[in-house]
Structure formats: structure tokens, C-alpha cells
């Protein structure tokens, strides 16, 4: 049975992964999305190297969760059968033991070079404006997709859907996008389809199955379901 796993927020949250939002919903004053665009880059790029370089140190300082160690479990059982799309920028699949993953939005432990475009794994700052590794020129920005931006490895994604023979989404609740447009794709290619939320989502129908509650407990019970070929 092939799998492809869409993994969102939620599953991040119960691990603690801290939004830095203020309780008004901004953070320093200004909107999250004001910071996660290639104008607010351009125009103040030490103001989004800060924002990005404390996520970057926050994410050490949080563990992977129940759900994400059971997805690892599953990969170990199903091998090149099971991939798993991740909206989130932590890195918090691998530490759990995932190798077969894809960063649609990037990662946060990762460096871009403008000048020369290489993907460089990064823990460090980049708000100190370092050189790259590979060209020497100090056009480091974060590895993540920002607003108007084309997301990591569309095409294997819905190649993966298509072959898919289940599609889950965990965590995605309120991402209408890309949930709702994967969820139809693999069930063009005749997949089934199951939600795993924390609340029922505004795209719960588009899914065969849907079931609500905390992703550290649905996660390792519906991985057990699929282990025992009760699915
Ligand atoms: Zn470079």
C-alpha cells in the first residue's frame, strides 16, 4: 500500500513549537505575514533574519511528539511506500527518525544562497549576514518559502498522490490549501482519505474518513491500525 502523509501545524503545536505571535497576534509589533515575503526581505532583511534566527533557536529546544515518532515507525515498516509532505519549516520529522520527507515550504535549518541558489543545511544565525559556503558572497537568506513563492517539489508530491493508494492529512486545520487540493488529487487517482485533526476542518468533507482529537494519540493508534492491515 502506498501512502502519502500531509503533515501541518497541529502535529508541531503538541510538541510546543512556539508561533511568536503576541496575544494581537503580531510579533515585535509587526503581521507574521509582513515578515515572510521577499519584500519585507528586500526591504528589511535584518528584521526577517531576527524572526527567522529565533524559530531557527527555538526548534532546539523542543522534542518530537508521539506522532511524529509514529510516522517514523510507519516508514520503517513501508520503506519508498510512505512519504510524508510537511507544511512545517522544524525539523522535527527527522529528529523522530523520518528520512522520506518532503519540506514543501523548507526548513528553517537551512540557508539559501540569492547569488547562487545552493541549499546549505544551517543551525547557525543568519542576521550576521555570514558568507556561503559555496560562492563566498554574503546573500544568505532562510530556506523557507515565503508568500508568492512557489513551494519545494511540487511535481514528486503529485506524483506521489496520484500513486498514492491513501492520502492522510494530520494537523492541517485551517490550511484549506494544500489539504483540500491533495486530498481531491489522490482521490482522482483513487485514493482513500482520511483526516487526522485536532477539530474537524472546514475541508473535513472532501475526505473519506475524518476523525478529531489530539495528533500524539490519533497518530501511533491509526499507524497500529495500518501496521495490522486493518486498513
Ligand atoms: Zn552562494
Not at 526548513?107 to 547569488?115: D, I, P
Request: charged share 25%; proline share 6%.
Amino acid at each position: 500500500m502506498k501512502i502519502v502523509v500531509l503533515t501541518g501545524a497541529g502535529i508541531s503545536a503538541e510538541s510546543g513549537v512556539p508561533t511568536f505571535r503576541d496575544a494581537d497576534g503580531l510579533w515585535e509589533g509587526h503581521r507574521v505575514e509582513d515578515v515572510a515575503s521577499p519584500d519585507a526581505f528586500d526591504l528589511q532583511p535584518s528584521v526577517v533574519h531576527r524572526f527567522y534566527d529565533a524559530r531557527r533557536a527555538a526548534i532546539a529546544g523542543v522534542a518530537p511528539n508521539p506522532a511524529h515518532l509514529a510516522l517514523a515507525r510507519l516508514e520503517e515498516r513501508l520503506g519508498d511506500d510512505l512519504l510524508v509532505v510537511t507544511q512545517n519549516i522544524d525539523d522535527l520529522h527527522e529528529r523522530a527518525g523520518s528520512t522520506r520527507i518532503v519540506h514543501m515550504h523548507g526548513e528553517l535549518r537551512s540557508a539559501l544562497c540569492r547569488a547562487c541558489r545552493t541549499r546549505t543545511p544551517w543551525t547557525d544565525d543568519l542576521g550576521d549576514y555570514p558568507p556561503c559556503p559555496r560562492c563566498g558572497v554574503s546573500e544568505l537568506r532562510p530556506d523557507v518559502v515565503w508568500f508568492g513563492e512557489v513551494p519545494y517539489e511540487m511535481d514528486r508530491i503529485f506524483e506521489a498522490l496520484y500513486e498514492a493508494d491513501l492520502f492522510v492529512a494530520i494537523g492541517t486545520s485551517g490550511v484549506v490549501y494544500p489539504a483540500a487540493a491533495f486530498v481531491q488529487f489522490a482521490a482522482g487517482g483513487g485514493a482513500r482519505s482520511v483526516e487526522l485533526n485536532l477539530v474537524a476542518s472546514d475541508v473535513s468533507g472532501d475526505f473519506d474518513e475524518s476523525r478529531a482529537g489530539p495528533a500524539g494519540q490519533l497518530v501511533p493508534a491509526w499507524v497500529d491500525e495500518v501496521l495490522a492491515g486493518e486498513l
